[in-house]
């Protein structure tokens, strides 16, 4: 009997000890404004892609396309989803299982091009993959990599190593850039170099965020973000900055004429408030 005491209770210690790491290692959910910067011009938040699945299971349009299509209605297991979100499986699982993602318009840039003037926006996309740098770091280059690829067709990437670790790749056709940054457990992806080093700033303290913005915090509590798949959000005073950009092509003009610019800005800061928005299953 002894023997099989011990055996017991052996197991029992295993079962409580194998609980603890599980409850221990699960991620605790960030807010995502905090890594962007203050002035960004539109902020798109998602915060769990498992929850999305979920949705997208019980959605009774799906369900009937499945069953068209002979497939399985289920898009993820909830019991390999709860092994992956506590750390035990491969690198991929973890971080898709983990992952918050914010996804920010940090600026826009004019491009003379001939007689044309090409309005080029700044985009970053910042993942907060809640999970060690020497995990994520092949994972997020073959990532970045194989989004080049795919984006711009033959491209050819670098890799290295400063204040982050980086990736920049670059078109071999139009030499257009794809770049990333691996700091820590965040992946930073953008079009250009100052989209990425504004949302590094921000990670490493010397810019603010838009966290500190006062109507993100309202306008989240009124739509009670905390409960929904994403939340988008548009300061009033970059509501009338995007519409002083806009409005020149709705009246035929080119943009680019500061002195039109701000006084579109000017007038629409007036009457425009902040935007916002959430969705929900």
């Not at 003379?112 to 700044?122: K, M, Q, V």
């Not at 400063?162 to 257009?176: L, P, Q, T, W």
């Amino acid at each position: 009997m002894k023997p099989f005491r011990a055996l017991v209770t052996l197991l029992a210690l295993v079962i409580i000890a194998g609980a603890g790491f599980l409850l221990w290692n699960r991620p605790q959910r960030v807010e995502m404004a905090g890594y962007v910067p203050a002035d960004s011009l539109v902020y798109l938040e998602f915060n769990s892609l498992p929850d999305l699945a979920r949705a997208i299971e019980q959605n009774d349009t799906w369900k009937a396309a499945a069953k068209t299509l002979n497939t399985d209605s289920r898009l993820i297991d909830p019991f390999w989803s709860a092994i992956a979100r506590s750390g035990a499986a491969p690198a991929k699982s973890v971080v898709l299982s983990r992952a918050q993602f914010a996804l920010v318009l940090v600026g826009m840039n004019s491009i003379p091009d001939g007689d044309t003037l090409r309005i080029r926006p700044e985009v970053a996309l910042v993942v907060e993959t809640h999970t060690a740098s020497w995990r994520i770091r092949t994972m997020a280059a073959d990532a970045v990599r194989s989004l080049a690829a795919h984006a711009y067709g033959q491209s050819s990437c670098v890799e290295r190593a400063g204040d982050a670790y980086y990736v920049d790749c670059s078109s071999s056709i139009n030499g257009r850039k794809l770049m990333a940054t691996i700091d820590g457990s965040v992946i930073i992806i953008g079009n250009t170099e100052t989209a990425i080093r504004a949302c590094l700033d921000v990670r490493q303290g010397s810019r603010p965020s838009l966290r500190t913005d006062p109507e993100l915090q309202r306008s989240r509590e009124q739509l009670n973000a905390a409960g929904a798949f994403s939340f988008g959000y548009v300061s009033s005073a970059n509501v009338a900055k995007i519409f002083s950009w806009a409005a020149p092509v709705l009246m035929g003009r080119a943009p680019g004429d500061p002195q039109l610019e701000q006084l579109l800005a000017t007038s629409a800061g007036k009457i425009l408030k902040s935007v916002a928005w959430t969705s929900r299953s």
